[in-house]
């Protein structure tokens, strides 16, 4: 049967995560998965079952999350990203299609993960939080140092121990984790972003990776700090968890495909 | 007693336009000129009445709309607004307060205004429409030649009868307006921003200058068409009234401010 990989893109500040969640109250939730899965089997007419790459948690983003699903019939594939785009609600995109491998898993073959994470800091007005893209970036009023926090997220890159950056019930085995890349870039109007790549990551990270370059931003911390707070390999060494609304997952790559 | 004149930027998206409007059934709807009304009564504990330069539609957005009250108080520029920004929602915010004389009126003292039309027209996925900016920008699956739609933009500029350029039953008694400068420019992404000033606009106008144009972009009109339009004094030679969406209020110039 035809596996399906999908590529999308959501604005996040309407759903409850990416994860199909039943609450007590008010039943099944509004996340990305149940309105994906309940368009793909309304458009296919099969008993469709979506599994996505990343959860993403209530208020965050994605440009390119990547999900999957096995379905019976053989598609055009223009014509099924039509046919699901004309049904999605505006506040959720399929931006490509392709045809996998039967065995392929949008989680465990994935290679390497890219997400951004949106700053602004003060305005030229006196200290007025962002207006237009309050959805889509932290506020600090602070002023923050820019190159200081590009210096410090150098010490991020490679293999660390992440233990410091994810929850302290974070359930996973390992904390070791390998990024690739993480730049740090001034934009206009006092805004700047994070940009992070690796090969994987744990539950909160790229949020407080975030928060701990702030504080360096702020002046609270030298650049190299962050290496201290890698040795300590304790959630209370790192900064604060930012607010999703900061964080856009912006691509996965897997074997073969380009980010 | 004082009077002072607040520049004032919202986000249009969850507001019934500017105007206060008692709905049979909802009652008193969200309207901008409500809730920064009610949010100076609170803060000065004053029977504030605002006045705004211009009653912007329910989905308009404004970077710098201009209101202004009068009241007993003395404030400290500064602390009054902090005071209402603290207390205002935050798809609404004082961006600047000024004291000004007794008898400014923010209708009839606006020297000029400038407008801005936010359009998308494609994407590189194909014909997906805007997904972040979507409350921001009015979105065409057509290619869209910007160099034209510049031409046919430069013959609104000058004194002109907009008759062509207004609702059909408008209400005033002339239609005669100025335009100082259109103008039409490319962004990236396959975006587009028209960027309008002049001494006064007429209802829908500028809404309706952007369907004009982006009619031209398409290819359904040369650029010299405008003038066609102008001289038939008829709304029915104009091109459609594009959605509120894509509508932004830049400034107001008022005698002696720069805008």
């Known amino acids: ?17 990416w994860q199909m969640q039943h609450d007590a109250v008010k039943g099944e939730l509004r996340t990305v998965q149940l309105v994906l899965q309940e368009t793909a089997r309304h458009v296919c007419r099969e008993n469709v079952r ?16 990547v999900a999957a699903f096995t379905i019976e019939r053989d598609w055009e594939l223009p ?19 392709e045809l996998v491998d039967e065995r ?15 700053i602004a800091h003060s305005r030229r007005d006196g200290l007025l939080p962002p207006l237009f893209d309050r959805h889509f970036s932290y506020w600090t009023p602070y002023p923050l140092d820019v190159d200081a926090m590009h210096a410090a997220a150098q010490h991020l890159v490679g293999e ?18 390998t990024v690739h890349a993480c730049t740090v870039t001034a934009e206009h109007d006092h805004r700047c972003r ?11 990270m ?16 030298a650049p190299d700090h962050v290496r201290t707070i890698l040795d ?28």
């Open 206 to 221: 790229v949020r407080i990776v975030a928060g701990t370059l702030v504080d360096v931003g702020r002046g609270r911390h």
């Open 160 to 177: 660390h121990d992440f233990a410091s950056f994810t929850r302290v019930n974070h359930g996973r085995e390992s904390t070791v984790r």
């Open 104 to 118: 392929f898993s949008p989680i465990s073959d994935a290679v390497s993960k890219g997400y951004r994470y949106a």
């Open 1 to 17: 049967m035809p596996r399906y990989k999908l590529t999308i893109a959501y604005d996040g500040t309407d759903f409850h995560g």
């Open 50 to 65: 979506v599994v996505g790459a990343s959860r993403t948690d209530s208020g965050v983003h994605a440009e390119g999350q």
């Open 232 to 259: 300590a390999r304790s959630r209370a060494a790192a900064g604060s968890t930012l607010p999703p609304e900061g964080l856009c997952l912006m691509w996965i790559e897997y074997p073969g495909s380009t980010p």
């Open 79 to 97: 014509r099924l990203a039509a046919a699901l785009n004309s049904r999605l609600p505006d506040d959720l995109q399929v931006r490509a299609i």
């Open 194 to 204: 994070i940009e992070i790549s690796g090969s994987g990551f744990l539950y909160n």
